[in-house]
């Protein structure tokens, strides 16, 4: 099992489509992985993959670099199946968000989940 100081020393050897990539890995992979990308200004990593536990809120481990994140560069959020609930303002305000990838596990979509998404197209379930 890594321990956090490792994945921390270990991201700042990765290059970035390496790094993108490892965000699938699993939650405590996915919180050092995204506090690496929003260093890279210029970089626009719009998908947000939600993984581990069973929920995601605005209140959940939200800092304000993954708030602007949301809400000036995701265009696709992927909720994986172990996620049950799209808790309240999960993405609220994010308003460049064009797709959602939901999986047939969530059963809860919370108040004001996708309220201010301006430019959501398409949303979709699916068994994964």
């Known amino acids: 099992m890594h321990t956090d100081d490792f994945r921390q020393l270990f991201v700042e050897f ?9 965000r699938w890995l699993d939650r ?17 990593f719009g998908e947000v993959i939600v993984h581990g536990g069973n929920d995601i809120s605005k209140d959940e481990a939200n800092s304000d670099a ?13 909720f994986l199946l172990n996620i049950t609930k799209a808790g309240d303002y999960a993405c609220y305000d994010t308003s460049i968000l064009v797709a959602v990838d939901i999986p047939e596990g969530i059963t809860i979509i919370g108040d004001y989940s996708f ?3 301006s430019s959501l197209k398409n949303i979709s379930s699916q068994s994964r």
Not at 66 to 78: A, P, Y
């Open 115 to 117: 309220m201010y998404c």
């Open 14 to 22: 990765v290059m970035v489509d390496t790094l993108v990539a490892m």
């Open 28 to 44: 405590k992979w996915h919180k050092v992985v995204e506090k690496k990308l929003t260093e890279f200004e210029d970089e626009p």
């Open 66 to 78: 993954r708030l602007e994140r949301m809400e000036e560069q995701v265009t696709k959020v992927v």
